[in-house]
């Protein structure tokens, strides 16, 4: 958690004659540790590593005693400057801060001497942060009441920033984000004895084999970008891609949310429905179902509705709004092993498509300017929420005219989308109106010369990784059944 977005809240006030929520006995139990803590960590009481966690946990903000904020700031002033914290240091640092009458010149003796509990003081420390938290939230609390008379200008955007800020203090962890290199190479190596299967890294198998094996699967903190001329199959394959992830046999259940700005929701569904069933969309539209199809369309429809999928068809929406919707389903779905039921949590959001989104309306700034803050935001969300975001882009109208596979350069507005993106794939596929056999348009991968052919033969579509961060480029070849928008892995026999 960003500690540092919530403090500006005003400090809650008593009520009634009650006090704010506080800990006056684990803050000085923290800073007794601290102002000891050279001699109980020679003497093997506790470990450096504890002094360092509490040190990442702790921000002066949080102790409710000012006196006790005035000792730690004075001990963070010594740490800085490379001097131990006893409590000489300290007084004269208070001295030299004109702290010193402030905090009163029997007080540091008696925090030496409130060494009882020293054996604990990490979680003395999550116990002050937690008297913190809610007393922020009861700032919080007040500052939205007294918002809610006036002007807040746009009411979707308040809420955002409410729900926001709830959910920063939320998301506080019992230990910093950080971590000693050897704690993360133990943790590692310990995952790889307990499973030698997974890889460093790996991440949600999307059941396309070949494109698992060249990206590990959909990554958490992954941005991941997928373009592709109007028609060629974008849509599908992204919301294939959030089909196969919630059907995955993970220790943890995985739920995705599809938000789609140009479908409704209803369309977005059948999609999934038909390619799930393997039946011709046209067919349902045209009232010409027979009763195979309807047993098609039953036995998928079964399947589908068990997985953790969400389909939003809000127009529009900001970055904002998208956030706190991902944040709603995620609280909806997401849940703890119990009862011998796998334990849930969303982990793929799909975002189709991120022209559509609106953006922050901040005065000054050009459509391209707005869709690099809206990527940067869904990289960011990504590595807040630890999911995967695909968000499909649309290409430059030249590029759609041109009978090439796509570049980088086709993005619209591609600088930023580029940057920020962990993998950027284009889905390429023949024109409509181009009907050559297959025996004659079979090409190289991208970037082997073949980069001006229009594409591969009828019913095959190209999978071009242009960019992948610390992974292999390159082309997948899949059929594609375009009455159901489904795409499948290549037989061993048509593979290349």
Known sequence: MNVS???????????????????????????????????????????????????????????????????????LALREAGTPSDIVAVANELRNQDRFEAVG????????????????????????????????????????????????GEVAEWIASIQRDLYELSSVRRAPAGEYLSTILQRLFRAKEENPA????????????????????LRAGQLRIVAGRPGSGKSS?????????????????????????????????????????????????SNQLQEKHWSQ??????????LGLIVDDTPALTLAELRSRVLRYASEFDRPAEGGQRARRLAVVVVDYLQLMKGSGKPGLSRQQELGEISRGLKALAKELQICVVALAQMNREAEKQRRRPQMSDLRESGDLEADADEVTFIHQAPDDDARPAP????????????????????????????????????IRMRWFGECTRFVDLSPREAP
């Not at 995705?256 to 069933?277: I, K, Q």
């Not at 970037?447 to 992948?468: F, L, M, N, T, Y």
């Open 440 to 475: 004659a348009r079979r090409g190289g991968g991208a970037g082997h010369g073949q980069d001006v052919d229009d594409g591969p033969e009828k019913g095959v579509a190209e999978i071009i990784i242009r960019k992948q961060r610390g992974g292999e480029t390159g082309m």
């Open 5 to 75: 977005r919530v403090p500006h809240l005003p400090r809650l006030r008593p009520i009634k004659g009650r006090v704010p929520p506080h800990n006056l006995d684990a803050e000085a139990v923290v800073l007794s540790a601290l102002l000891e803590a050279d001699r109980m960590v020679r003497g093997g009481i506790f470990g450096r590593d504890e002094v360092e966690r509490v040190f990442a946990l702790l921000k002066p903000e949080h102790f409710y005693s000012d006196p006790n904020r005035f000792v730690y700031e004075a001990i």
């Open 297 to 306: 369309l039953t036995s998928a429809a079964a399947v589908i509705t068990q």
């Open 237 to 285: 394959w992204a919301r294939g891609l959030a089909v196969n992830a919630t059907k995955t046999r993970e220790p943890v259940q995985i739920g995705a949310a599809v938000f789609s700005m140009e479908m409704t929701r209803d369309e977005v569904s059948l999609g999934m429905l038909f390619s799930e069933a393997h039946v011709d969309g046209k067919l349902w539209a």
């Open 198 to 217: 997974a890889g460093a890294g790996e991440g949600i198998r999307t059941g396309y084999l070949e494109y698992d094996r060249k990206t590990l699967g």
């Open 105 to 152: 010149k029997d007080y540091l003796p008696q925090l030496a001497d409130a060494t009882a509990a020293v054996f604990h003081v990490e979680a003395h420390a999550e116990l002050v942060v937690a008297k913190w938290v809610q007393r922020t939230i009861g700032a919080l609390g007040h500052r939205v009441a007294a918002e809610s008379y006036g002007d807040v």
